[in-house]
């Protein structure tokens, strides 16, 4: 088989459980994480109160492999 059709990092998946495996880390923004974005500053200032979670953005690790675009850089 030659070797662009075998992938570098097994595929990752989710299932109706909802978890994402490989799991990695999670990102949750608050509603006081948000402070200056809307217009109507009276109803954020409510909305505050509680600081719900407005969203969250689940992520899984992938390795970086010799050919690959970096995703970092460093100087």
Known sequence: ???????LVPPMRIAFDARME???PVL?????????LFADTAAWEQAV???PAVYEVASSPVPEAEG???R???Y
């Open 72 to 74: 970092h850089a460093e």
């Open 28 to 36: 949750t923004r608050r509603m006081s994480n948000l402070r200056g």
């Open 1 to 7: 088989m030659s070797s662009f059709v075998t992938p």
């Open 22 to 24: 490989p799991s990695g």
């Open 68 to 70: 690959e675009l970096p």
């Open 49 to 51: 109160a509680d600081d």
